[in-house]
């Protein structure tokens, strides 16, 4: 925050909504920046840059907005109990500051960031200015902006080709005009990191006042080196960084948040400093960021992309069954990425596809084992992309599918939009009893999944339910598909096979029927039926059911 003292502290300055806004195609709606802005908020950053007032009167009023909510309430979840610095972006001229400071006037923290280019190419064929003109203006919007606003930051436009000399005056002016933080950007990512860091060296060496002003990077990414330009300016005494979520932006983008953010985290004995962004929010932000500009991003994207923990060759498979860090540097959940995931495709090994079979529950082994590898990497050469229906299919022909130690005799449900859930399901146990158990649950599927638990008590915890339509239409057939992880204390410490790094095994189980509540009840059943088989089974433990009504669990919500 504004006043945070401490030397060891990176300031995100999150320009998503105005960078980022800026690529092409990426325009957000009034109603969409306030969204946004709350993630970012939620997410821990320290400046939230929030467009640019004088732009339009659409881009004023979303700064106002976001000004006077964002900038004023505790939004729940964020890590700092103070809102962001809300911060609108200005030209170097009287009506843009003016315009700016009324936009974020409504703010708790204000910042008015205004700018003037200050390269030789920008002087000459945009500006038409000499360097005494530049120089000029530099100090009198920047007291103007001083005199509207207590915090005002400074950007000398294409500082990355400007001459070091001229630019130490420029700076040298704001500081004197009042500004608190001067930005330095490279804003045609021209620069290689050597040459950024040296430059960022240079002003933190030559500047006069520059220790009373926060130094901050804008590195632009049109060589694909926006992150290394952004570090190699932290390394050289910048202390806050200008970023944007999945590094949208301008032409090739800005540095990316998430990328600087857990450079500085995993790296940390390196770099001895840190920011205040919660790092498990990063992908569900990256993913509403996504979502809501339309920018897809790609799945090789460091920190966020779909492929980031996943494996697919065989020796990194093998590596990651034995250990984690073999081949990963960050824990999926630190970044809220949901798990690791070992893609079965036709570079996987042996190791990789037993596991997996076992997950399934199907315990092969020896020729059989042998036998099926093989048809997975026939059908691997063929297909992109093997699916749990492929792998269970080649198992099943080697007659490798487990034991099912509780089947289904018959569920039955009452919901509605008044009532309770309610859930009655008969089972048949390893002993050929029949059980029957009424519950009561928040929905209906929440209901059978109670009863079934009362029946076997299994020691799981449900991780993952979904129903899909597998084929259209009002009679479509539902493809309900679960995951339980065993909490019984039979974690084996290494990282799950499929689906992450939790420690216990985790199961998964699928089933279709036209009825999605029988289809949910089967799911359930053929993956707690794994874990018991990967238990090695038990004995059952359940007496025979009392009258369902007398054994209906209370509905606590979930
Ligand atoms: O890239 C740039 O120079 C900018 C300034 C307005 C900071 O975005
Ligand atoms: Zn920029």
């Known amino acids: 925050m504004l006043d945070r003292p401490d030397p060891d502290y990176v300031r995100m300055f999150d320009t998503t909504l105005r960078d980022?806004?800026?690529?092409?195609?990426?325009?957000?709606?009034?109603?969409?920046?306030?969204?946004?802005?709350?993630?970012?908020?939620?997410?821990?950053?320290?400046?939230l840059e929030a467009g640019f007032p004088s732009a339009s009167p659409d881009d004023f009023d979303a700064v106002r907005s976001i000004a006077e909510t964002i900038g004023n309430e505790h939004v729940p979840g964020r890590p700092s109990p103070e809102p962001p610095i809300i911060c609108g972006l200005a030209r170097a001229i009287e009506k843009d500051i003016q315009t700016a400071a009324e936009a974020i006037r409504g703010a708790k923290h204000p910042r008015i960031h205004t700018f003037l280019a200050t390269s030789p190419i920008h002087r000459e064929h945009k500006l038409r200015m000499s360097r005494e003109q530049v120089l000029e203006r530099t100090q009198k919007m920047v007291a103007f902006a001083r005199?509207?606003?207590?915090?005002?930051?400074?950007?000398?436009?294409?500082?990355?080709?400007?001459?070091?000399?001229?630019?130490?005056?420029?700076?040298?002016?704001?500081i004197e005009a009042g500004a608190s933080t001067l930005n330095i950007p490279d804003t045609v990512g021209y620069t290689i990191p050597d040459e950024f860091g040296a430059l960022i060296r240079g002003i933190m060496q030559n500047v006069r006042g520059i220790d009373r002003v926060i130094v901050s990077v804008h590195c632009h990414n049109?060589?694909?080196?926006?992150?290394?330009?952004?570090?190699?300016?932290?390394?050289?005494?910048?202390r806050q960084a200008e970023v944007t979520i999945n590094g949208i932006g301008e032409r090739a983008g800005n540095t990316s948040l998430e990328e600087i953010v857990m450079t500085l985290h995993t790296r940390h004995p390196l770099f001895k400093l840190r920011t205040g962004i919660d790092t498990t929010q990063l992908v569900r932000t990256s993913k509403l960021v996504s979502m809501r500009t339309g920018l897809v991003v790609q799945p090789n994207k460091a920190i966020v992309g779909a492929n980031a923990f996943a494996h697919e060759s065989g020796i990194h498979q093998d590596g990651m069954l034995k250990h984690q860090e073999t081949y990963e540097i960050m824990r999926p959940e630190t970044v809220g990425a949901s798990n690791t995931l070992l893609v079965l495709g036709k570079h996987s090994g042996r190791h990789a596809f037993a596991v997996r079979l076992r997950e399934l529950g199907h315990a092969l082994e020896g020729e059989a084992l042998e036998t099926a590898f093989k048809r997975f990497k026939a059908l691997a050469d063929k297909k992109k992309r093997i699916t749990d229906a492929d792998l269970e299919a080649i198992a099943a022909s080697e007659g490798g599918r487990g034991r099912e130690y509780y089947t289904l005799d018959a569920v039955q449900v009452t919901c509605g939009s008044n009532g309770m859930p309610t859930a009655t399901v008969r089972l048949v146990g390893p002993d050929g009893q029949k059980v029957t158990h009424a519950a009561i649950g928040t929905g209906p599927v929440h209901a059978v999944f109670r009863a079934i638990d009362e029946i076997i008590s299994a020691p799981s915890e449900l991780l993952e339910y979904s129903i899909n339509a597998v084929t259209e239409g009002i009679d479509a057939l539902g493809h309900a598909s679960v995951r339980v992880r065993a909490t019984g204390g039979g974690g084996d410490g290494r990282i799950n096979p499929q689906h992450g790094s939790g420690g216990s095994p985790v199961f998964h189980g699928h089933a279709a029927d036209t009825d999605v509540v029988v289809a949910s009840t089967k799911a359930y059943l053929a993956a707690l039926n794994r874990l018991l088989a990967a238990e090695g089974g038990r004995e059952t433990t359940h007496e025979p059911a009392p009258s369902p009504l007398e054994t209906a669990s209370s509905g606590a919500a979930e």
Not at 23 to 42: F, H, I, M, N, Q
Not at 222 to 238: F, K, S, Y
């Open 20 to 47: 980022g806004e800026q690529s092409p195609g990426a325009t957000l709606t009034s109603e969409e920046k306030l969204e946004v802005a709350r993630a970012l908020a939620r997410l821990g950053v320290d400046v």
């Open 222 to 238: 049109d060589l694909g080196l926006a992150t290394a330009n952004t570090l190699a300016g932290i390394r050289a005494g910048a």
């Open 147 to 174: 005199s509207l606003c207590p915090d005002v930051e400074f950007s000398p436009e294409d500082a990355g080709r400007t001459e070091p000399e001229f630019l130490y005056e420029v700076l040298e002016a704001a």
